[in-house]
């Protein structure tokens, strides 16, 4: 008799711990889902024409009169067309609200937008979506579609 319950009470506590993981591993698999998510709406918002309208380097906000265009495809490759009609290629991804951007074109020492991680924040305004990528609080570009 005492053996019997020992192991039901063996079976009853091992079958606890199974259902504790079992609940970690659903919170973990939702909380990559919702990045995943939130991935993918960033991408989403970044696809399309985007002007470049305000360059700030080292603290000074440059505003541009003829502004370069960047338009960022959903196959994680983006035009730049500068305003002499010039374009530059790049690819990028975009990650947890980080952009990547790589420029693919034959002159390295030469482009526009830095081969670095910007961060991105979106903001929706009246009349157009802005982002701001942004490399530090002193560098960074705005953009506007």
């Known amino acids: ?33 919702v990045l995943n998510s939130e991935t993918q709406k960033s991408e989403n918002k970044l696809i399309g024409d985007w002007g470049i309208y305000v360059q700030i380097m080292n603290g000074l906000e440059m505003n541009c009169n003829v502004c370069p265009r960047i338009v960022f495809n959903d196959a994680n490759s ?8 010039e374009n530059e290629n790049y690819k990028w991804n975009s990650e947890k609200g980080i952009l990547r951007i790589e420029f693919i074109g034959e002159n390295m020492s030469e482009h526009y ?11 929706q ?21």
């Open 78 to 85: 983006a035009t730049l067309t500068l305003a002499s009609g």
């Open 125 to 145: 305004r009246k009349e157009y979506l802005e982002l701001t990528l942004s490399l530090t609080e002193k560098e960074q570009y705005i953009l506007r579609k």
């Open 1 to 33: 008799m005492k053996r019997i319950l020992i192991f039901i009470t063996i079976i009853t506590l091992s079958s606890c711990k199974t259902d504790k993981t079992n609940k970690f591993d659903t919170n973990e698999k939702k909380t990559e889902n």
């Open 113 to 123: 937008l830095k081969n670095s991680e910007y961060k991105m924040n979106f903001d």
